[in-house]
């Protein structure tokens, strides 16, 4: 797995380019131009979600702990890592701000230093799809978690978010469908260039676009990572925009088309 100039994208090189992202990113979402997670990912992520009231957790792929502290309003005792240090400041700085007790640490998803059993929770929104090996992050995920603890995380939907990717537009430039392909494709470590197209001009003049890596995967291999660490799936959503949503920012009605994230949430076996 090599980036364009023949870099191999093993998890620190990904942790580069999302250090790179990190100030722009963080600026962005704070600002609300971030409007899938705020309208779709965010809400649909929490309603699954069980109650973790007095539970520890682990957040993996903190980002800027935006979610973690919506979690841990729940009553959740959160330890969050991210492989970007950047990232762990921006979080840590919230924290100090406004404490929810968490505990944040730089640190790999593929590597987690904690023990065995660890935790009754583990979460990760949107952050698994950019690890570069699933497969032994989800085994380390399984590793911390106690007996009877579940996993729950978001990501892009395998089925329709393919390397080949492109929307179909009517006569009124709506997107109406999506033409989208390389399925089963095996290369791995593209990097993509984007930035959030709702935020103003003037921020897309001040920041460089993203740069993020992307690791595809089938739907039956991510399925089947997750069984081969020992996790049964208990619960999974598909979701999208609500009429309230669509009604102030119309692009999100695409999220109707077809289905742009997948919610998992598995629980380890009580022995």
Not at 92 to 116: C, K, M, N
Not at 175 to 200: K, M, N
Request: net charge negative; hydrophobic share 40%; charged share 25%.
């Amino acid at each position: 797995m090599t980036d364009e100039s023949g870099k191999v994208l093993d998890h620190r090189a990904v942790g580069a380019l999302w250090d790179e992202n990190a100030e722009a990113w963080t600026t962005l979402t704070r600002l609300g131009y971030d409007k899938y997670r705020d309208h779709i990912n965010t809400p649909a992520f929490m309603k699954m979600l069980p109650d973790v009231s007095g539970l520890r957790g682990l957040d993996v792929g903190c980002g800027e702990g935006h979610n973690t502290r919506l979690v841990a309003q729940r009553g959740a005792r959160l330890t969050a890592i991210d492989i970007a240090r950047h990232f762990v400041d921006y979080a840590q700085a919230r924290e100090d701000q406004e404490p929810y007790g968490i505990t944040y640490l730089h640190a790999s998803a593929v590597e987690l230093p904690f023990d065995d059993a660890s935790f009754a929770f583990v979460m990760a929104t949107m952050s698994m799809m950019d690890v570069p090996d699933q497969d032994r992050a989800i085994h380390e995920v399984a590793r911390v978690l106690q007996p009877g603890g579940f996993f729950q995380f978001s990501i892009l939907h395998p089925c329709f978010m393919t390397p080949r990717f492109k929307w179909v537009l009517d006569e009124a430039g709506q997107r109406v469908a999506l033409e989208c392909g390389d399925y089963f494709r095996t290369e791995q470590g593209t990097i993509e260039e984007w930035i959030f197209g709702s935020a103003p001009d003037e921020l897309k003049e001040r920041f460089a676009k993203f740069r993020i890596p992307r690791f595809f995967h089938t739907l039956s291999t991510w399925l089947n990572m997750l069984t081969a660490a020992g996790l049964a799936i208990e619960e999974c959503a598909e979701p999208y925009a609500s009429d309230e949503s669509i009604a102030i920012y119309p692009s999100l009605a695409a999220t109707r088309v077809i289905a742009c994230f997948l919610h998992l949430r598995c629980r380890k076996p009580s022995r």
